[in-house]
């Protein structure tokens, strides 16, 4: 166990330091690292105009770089000029690696001359298929020359994995602003063949710029630019608001079991022009089967206003179209469901006993299309009336309270499928002695 934790010090403290002890510079452009392949680092360059490499090494003594082909069996030593424990060599070769003495412990550096690879992209075109909707295939007319590099420590020809980026404009949808804003798409490609695979096609129209990165980092790129592009693609979002506020003594559930009459406005977006056609469906769901398989409304309009008033569970589901109608974007479904009639009327309450406790007479209630409640006193007559089942009577007549006693409380509705029905109950009027 002593062994292995010493093992495992002594090769952090060998390999930790790898790369830091070298620094290229040099070229036409600042250098680029590119790629660690174990303890080998690639570094690009523009040009090999005043290029040089520097070795600091935290250990006395001196210095004895080499450089190799293909691994460290064919290495020749190369000329130096050091300074205390910084050394650095400039008569820098392309497609050669280049070490310091304990090359395990410093590691390789490989040196390559983009200038000299630059891709020559000279065409980027658009193919659509019958998956166009989801993703789009671009195809390449292209010359990419290959970068070869060794490691040192194999002698295996390894191929430097290039780095493309396109570039395309698109909307993006702000959810807070509810809009779609302009954004530039960017996507980094590793190979150009066959083809390029874009799975996020655009919602606007939009020409496509095809560069290579490496190249764009010392500005030497060549980019290939498609056509404009029609955009065919269809995203839609909605928002959906309630249209009134619920009654103290309205029983319901919210977002579980809505009181009707309750009505909604449904509003869609989507990325216009492209998107062209709207349609809300408005079903209810069968019972027996489950589905929602009765369509009841059919609504070809971004914007939607509508009252449910029965009893039931319903979907409402928005499509949108592109002109051609080729792209279709279906949202989730929205579920609203709508309670059953109850009314319920209490046996009592005691107005001007106990302000603001159980100090008017209001019905509970769910789902009630039309109200009307009475209140008669034992002689039949009619002393109050309300058709707003959310509000109720104060135990007053003409500015005075009444006797307490038993009053006849006569209720009249219109239920949630429709029927008319009435109920009726003694309702005791209490008041505290003082």
């Given at each position: 166990?002593?062994?292995?934790?010493?093992?495992?010090?002594?090769?952090?403290?060998?390999?930790?330091?790898?790369?830091?002890?070298?620094?290229?510079?040099?070229?036409?452009?600042?250098?680029?690292?590119?790629?660690?392949?174990?303890?080998?680092?690639?570094?690009?360059?523009?040009?090999?105009?005043?290029?040089?490499?520097?070795?600091?090494?935290?250990?006395?003594?001196?210095?004895?770089?080499?450089?190799?082909?293909?691994?460290?069996?064919?290495?020749?030593?190369?000329?130096?000029?050091?300074?205390?424990?910084?050394?650095?060599?400039?008569?820098?070769?392309?497609?050669?690696?280049?070490?310091?003495?304990?090359?395990?412990?410093?590691?390789?550096?490989?040196?390559?001359?983009?200038?000299?690879?630059?891709?020559?992209?000279?065409?980027?075109?658009?193919?659509?298929?019958?998956?166009?909707?989801?993703?789009?295939?671009?195809?390449?007319?292209?010359?990419?020359?290959?970068?070869?590099?060794?490691?040192?420590?194999?002698?295996?020809?390894?191929?430097?994995?290039?780095?493309?980026?396109?570039?395309?404009?698109?909307?993006?949808?702000?959810?807070?602003?509810?809009?779609?804003?302009?954004?530039?798409?960017?996507?980094?490609?590793?190979?150009?063949?066959?083809?390029?695979?874009?799975?996020?096609?655009?919602?606007?129209?939009?020409?496509?710029?095809?560069?290579?990165?490496?190249?764009?980092?010392?500005?030497?790129?060549?980019?290939?630019?498609?056509?404009?592009?029609?955009?065919?693609?269809?995203?839609?979002?909605?928002?959906?608001?309630?249209?009134?506020?619920?009654?103290?003594?309205?029983?319901?559930?919210?977002?579980?079991?809505?009181?009707?009459?309750?009505?909604?406005?449904?509003?869609?977006?989507?990325?216009?022009?492209?998107?062209?056609?709207?349609?809300?469906?408005?079903?209810?769901?069968?019972?027996?089967?489950?589905?929602?398989?009765?369509?009841?409304?059919?609504?070809?309009?971004?914007?939607?206003?509508?009252?449910f008033k029965n009893t039931g569970n319903y979907e409402v589901q928005l499509e949108v179209d592109d002109a051609q109608s080729i792209?279709?974007?279906?949202?989730?479904?929205?579920?609203?469901?709508?309670?059953?009639?109850?009314?319920?009327?209490?046996?009592?309450?005691?107005?001007?006993?106990?302000?603001?406790?159980?100090?008017?007479?209001?019905?509970?209630?769910?789902?009630?299309?039309?109200?009307?409640?009475?209140?008669?006193?034992?002689?039949?007559?009619?002393?109050?009336?309300?058709?707003?089942?959310?509000?109720?009577?104060?135990?007053?007549?003409?500015?005075?309270?009444?006797?307490?006693?038993?009053?006849?409380?006569?209720?009249?509705?219109?239920?949630?499928?429709?029927?008319?029905?009435?109920?009726?109950?003694?309702?005791?009027?209490?008041?505290?002695?003082?």
């Amino acid at each position: 166990m002593k062994q292995s934790l010493l093992f495992i010090i002594a090769t952090f403290f060998l390999f930790c330091p790898l790369f830091a002890q070298y620094e290229v510079s040099g070229g036409n452009s600042q250098p680029l690292s590119v790629h660690k392949n174990g303890i080998t680092e690639i570094y690009l360059l523009n040009g090999l105009d005043g290029a040089q490499i520097k070795f600091t090494s935290s250990q006395p003594g001196e210095h004895q770089w080499y450089r190799y082909k293909e691994s460290i069996e064919d290495a020749v030593s190369v000329p130096c000029t050091q300074n205390g424990n910084i050394s650095s060599i400039t008569d820098i070769q392309e497609g050669y690696g280049y070490y310091v003495d304990a090359h395990m412990a410093t590691g390789y550096i490989w040196i390559v001359d983009y200038s000299l690879y630059v891709p020559r992209i000279s065409g980027l075109k658009v193919e659509e298929d019958e998956y166009r909707c989801e993703q789009l295939k671009l195809i390449a007319d292209a010359d990419v020359p290959t970068v070869y590099y060794y490691t040192g420590t194999g002698g295996r020809r390894n191929v430097l994995q290039r780095n493309f980026r396109l570039t395309y404009n698109t909307l993006s949808w702000n959810e807070e602003q509810k809009t779609f804003l302009p954004s530039e798409a960017a996507l980094t490609v590793t190979e150009l063949f066959p083809e390029i695979l874009v799975d996020n096609p655009p919602l606007t129209n939009t020409a496509f710029t095809l560069t290579d990165v490496f190249a764009d980092h010392f500005g030497i790129t060549q980019a290939a630019v498609s056509e404009e592009y029609r955009a065919i693609k269809v995203e839609a979002h909605y928002s959906v608001e309630k249209d009134r506020e619920f009654g103290d003594n309205e029983k319901y559930t919210p977002d579980k079991m809505e009181s009707a009459p309750i009505g909604y406005t449904f509003t869609a977006y989507a990325n216009e022009p492209v998107a062209t056609f709207y349609i809300w469906k408005v079903s209810k769901q069968d019972p027996v089967t489950g589905e929602y398989s009765n369509t009841i409304v059919r609504y070809t309009d971004p914007v939607l206003r509508y009252t449910f008033k029965n009893t039931g569970n319903y979907e409402v589901q928005l499509e949108v179209d592109d002109a051609q109608s080729i792209c279709t974007d279906m949202p989730e479904a929205i579920k609203v469901s709508i309670d059953s009639t109850r009314i319920e009327i209490p046996n009592a309450f005691s107005p001007g006993s106990s302000p603001g406790v159980n100090d008017e007479l209001k019905v509970s209630f769910s789902s009630v299309l039309s109200f009307q409640a009475s209140v008669f006193n034992r002689w039949g007559n009619l002393l109050y009336r309300w058709t707003d089942p959310a509000k109720g009577w104060n135990g007053m007549v003409n500015g005075k309270f009444v006797p307490t006693g038993a009053y006849l409380l006569v209720v009249e509705y219109t239920d949630s499928v429709g029927k008319k029905r009435s109920k009726s109950q003694m309702v005791n009027i209490l008041r505290s002695k003082n």
